[in-house]
């Protein structure tokens, strides 16, 4: 169980145990438009490039750009110059890390072939969710 916007929300999916540090959560539910992922530093990297995607079902090996952003620390917020990510879709997010020469070293979270999800809860779902954490 995971504390978001004042909620314990379940995270849910085969990753959600094997990435601690990493934030959102792999197959988690986010109650925020614009969440502020985190993941583990890497040795060497200058900066890193976080990406937030959403499924291409005719590509998957080519998801649809949502946003990127760059970073010197291994956190990020959503861009504000972006529009608000939408309650209900799913999205992909990947980080890489970027050496001092610009090269790409592998990804810190998530990779081509296995991204990272997490959904965006709309206020309405964070009630009902807020519910059954009473039921329990």
Do not use: C, I
Request: aromatic share 6%.
């Amino acid at each position: 169980s995971t504390l978001v916007g004042g909620v314990t929300l379940r995270a849910f999916g085969p990753d959600a145990t094997k990435h601690p540090a990493v934030r959102p959560v792999p197959g988690m539910a986010v109650a925020s438009a614009r969440p502020t992922f985190s993941w583990p530093a890497v040795e060497g990297a200058t900066k890193y490039r976080v990406e937030v995607t959403t499924p291409n079902p005719n590509n998957p090996k080519n998801p649809n750009p949502v946003a990127s952003v760059e970073t010197a620390e291994p956190k990020a917020a959503y861009p504000a110059a972006k529009a608000p990510l939408q309650a209900g879709e799913t999205y992909l997010w990947r980080v890489f890390a970027v050496a001092a020469d610009g090269s790409l070293k592998p990804a810190v979270a998530g990779t081509d072939a296995n991204p990272l999800t997490f959904t965006v809860v709309a206020a309405a779902e964070l009630a009902k969710l807020a519910e059954l954490e009473k039921s329990d």
